[in-house]
């Protein structure tokens, strides 16, 4: 791990909406090719903190992010346009959301901003994507029909290759199999643990033996009086054998620990 790059590093990041602050001087760092999941109590600002990491915040009116934000050793506020993060910073939220129009709209709805392609090349480089989340045979023969026709975990596939087709380094997935059904959150699995090996991935879920299974960094905040904070990062197999604070401990013996100790 450590010899691993950093991608995304927050440093004194904190997050306030009117009097609420939402998240207090978070600090962390996104390695290169592996998984962080990012465990924490309901309210803890997992799912603000992802939204820092690719602007979305600048969407919500009233919220004030303070302290540094960098990709790349860059300031993300300052140093680029959000369209040109869209393209190195990609999301997937915890609902499959689809697209108006067919399956093959939905693929190319990004990549126009970023890539240049011949009309000749598109069937191609769909077939490619299609195949990356293991989407091509359920699809390919209905690729101009509406995505709406698909099942939930198919759609999640296709959330996933609609941000992979712009192909970004980093991704956050925020609860992205909480929604879907064990065997698609199997399928959602294999492809997070394909996608590390070339990706810095931010996952976002209250599942602890999916953390076990698919993380190789967990950070565990907490939710006092509404303020998100980080209380310990490390491996899961130390912060599930021997977690170091009481908050962690107290959240983990909620859950069934002997589940997910390793
Ligand atoms: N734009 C906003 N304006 C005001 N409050 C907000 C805004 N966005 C988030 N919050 C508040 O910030 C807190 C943290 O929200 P967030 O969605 O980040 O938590 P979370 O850790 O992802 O929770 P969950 O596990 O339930 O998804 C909540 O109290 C939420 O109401
Ligand atoms: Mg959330």
């Not at 950093?6 to 904190?14: D, K, Y």
């Not at 989340?133 to 596939?157: F, N």
């Not at 199999?177 to 070339?198: R, V, W, Y």
């Amino acid at each position: 791990m450590t010899n691993k790059q950093t991608l995304v590093e927050l440093n004194h990041i904190s997050v306030t909406a009117g009097s609420h602050l939402i998240v207090d001087n978070v600090s962390l760092k996104i390695k290169e090719k592996s998984v962080t999941s990012l465990v924490g109590p309901s309210g803890a600002g997992k799912s603000t903190l992802l939204r820092v990491i690719n602007r979305l915040t600048d969407r919500e009116d009233g919220l004030r992010v303070e302290g540094q934000a960098c990709y790349r050793e860059k300031c993300i506020y300052t140093c680029c346009q959000v369209e040109d993060l869209r393209q190195y910073v990609g999301m997937v939220f915890q609902k499959p959301c689809v697209f108006p129009g067919s399956i093959e709209r939905n693929l190319l709805f990004g990549v126009r901003h970023h890539k240049k392609m011949n009309a000749s090349e598109i069937p191609f480089f769909l077939e490619k994507i299609l195949k990356q989340v293991h989407l091509w045979t359920e699809v390919k023969d209905r690729l101009k029909k509406s995505a709406s026709i698909l099942s939930m975990g198919q759609k999640q596939r296709l959330c996933f290759a609609r941000v992979l087709a712009v192909n970004p380094e980093v991704m956050l997935l925020d609860e992205p199999t909480a929604s879907l059904d064990p065997h698609s959150t199997h399928e959602i699995e294999s492809l997070i643990h394909e996608l590390k090996q070339e990706k810095a991935i931010v996952l976002v879920t209250h599942d602890l033996v999916q953390v076990r299974r698919v993380s190789d960094e967990l950070i565990f905040l907490s939710a006092v009086n509404g303020t998100g904070r980080v209380v310990e990062s490390g491996t899961p197999e130390r912060i599930f054998n021997r977690p170091e604070q009481e908050e962690t401990r107290h959240y983990l013996s909620r859950h069934r620990i002997e589940e997910v100790k390793l």
